[in-house]
């Protein structure tokens, strides 16, 4: 089992984690809802784009994500984590009808964020 050390990095982390899985589940609510009818792709947009009032999360994202950005300004795996995170809050909140491609862009940054090991320091020698 591998060990995971807490950080603020991660915690931001975990919260877009938390994200994405509400993504995932009101997506498969709004394609339920719109099988009812004809499922359609068009008709899954149409009921993600009405039901964006969430908005606000986004913006609590995107915040949360450029100060872990600054926190990890000398290691670029997570600047890229962080960065891939702070693109999909952002289109989450302009285009909600592609939530299941900014899932999957949402949870490849994740991964890169929790999969991060701080390199050891070299022992010295005496």
């Given at each position: 089992m591998?060990?995971m050390?807490p950080?603020?990095?991660?915690?931001?982390?975990?919260?877009?984690?938390?994200?994405?899985?509400?993504t995932v589940?009101?997506?498969?609510w709004?394609?339920?809802?719109?099988?009812?009818?004809?499922f359609s792709?068009?008709?899954?947009?149409?009921?993600?784009m009405?039901?964006?009032?969430?908005?606000?999360?986004?913006?609590?994202?995107?915040?949360l994500?450029?100060?872990?950005?600054?926190?990890?300004?000398?290691?670029?795996?997570l600047?890229?984590?962080?960065?891939?995170?702070?693109w999909?809050?952002?289109?989450?909140?302009?285009?909600?009808?592609?939530?299941?491609?900014l899932a999957?862009?949402?949870?490849?940054?994740?991964f890169?964020i929790?999969?991060?090991?701080?390199?050891e320091p070299a022992?010295?020698?005496?």
């Open positions: 591998v060990k050390k950080s603020v990095i991660k915690l931001i982390g975990l919260y877009s984690l938390l994200y994405a899985v509400f589940v009101v997506l498969l709004a394609s339920l809802t719109a099988l009812r009818s004809g792709f068009p008709a899954v947009g149409r009921l993600m009405l039901w964006e009032p969430r908005w606000w999360l986004s913006v609590i994202g995107i915040a994500h450029v100060l872990a950005y600054l926190k990890a300004l000398r290691r670029p795996r600047l890229l984590g962080n960065l891939l995170c702070i999909a809050f952002v289109a989450y909140a302009l285009v909600p009808n592609y939530s299941l491609y999957i862009m949402q949870l490849a940054g994740v890169i929790m999969t991060y090991h701080r390199p022992a010295v020698e005496e």
